[in-house]
């Protein structure tokens, strides 16, 4: 299991996707880096920096849904048994970034982004 599967199991029940569509409201799953993979590592520990982009059709229903998985994220199990047991995490507060073509294009809008760390094991 990679960071980003370990995050959509963790946001499991909320709207959360790693491939972006049109569909709102939607949470976008990114990982970002992190360590390189070691082939001593064991394979059931994930580790790395994430970001999330929160889209939704206005603004407050966007915030609400980024600060669900702000939440989610800090509450995520730390004890076993559970899908992914999380040793630490750190997630910024959700921020506003606006996107000022939305939606002449079509793209999803009013967005929220959110970056952090995760290590656990799966």
Same mark, same amino acid.
């Given at each position: 299991?990679?960071?980003?599967?370990?995050?959509l199991?963790?946001?499991?029940?909320?709207p959360?996707?790693?491939?972006?569509?049109?569909?709102?409201?939607?949470?976008?799953?990114a990982?970002?880096?992190?360590?390189? @993979?070691?082939? #001593?590592a064991?394979?059931?520990?994930?580790?790395?920096?994430?970001?999330?982009?929160?889209?939704?059709?206005?603004?407050?229903? #966007?915030?609400? *849904?980024?600060?669900d #998985?702000?939440?989610?994220?800090?509450?995520?199990? @730390?004890?076993?048994?559970?899908?992914?047991t999380v040793?630490?995490? @750190?997630v910024?507060?959700?921020?506003?970034?606006p996107?000022d073509?939305?939606?002449?294009?079509?793209?999803p809008?009013p @967005?929220?982004?959110?970056?952090?760390? *995760?290590?656990?094991?799966?």
């Amino acid at each position: 299991m990679d960071l980003a599967q370990a995050l959509l199991d963790i946001l499991d029940g909320l709207p959360a996707v790693t491939e972006l569509g049109t569909v709102r409201p939607v949470i976008l799953v990114a990982e970002t880096g992190g360590p390189a @993979r070691s082939s #001593a590592a064991p394979p059931h520990l994930v580790e790395g920096d994430f970001q999330l982009d929160v889209y939704a059709e206005t603004k407050p229903a #966007a915030n609400d *849904l980024a600060w669900d #998985a702000h939440n989610r994220i800090l509450a995520a199990p @730390r004890d076993q048994p559970s899908t992914v047991t999380v040793n630490h995490t @750190r997630v910024t507060p959700p921020t506003w970034v606006p996107d000022d073509d939305w939606p002449v294009d079509g793209r999803p809008g009013p @967005r929220y982004l959110l970056t952090g760390n *995760l290590k656990g094991h799966v």
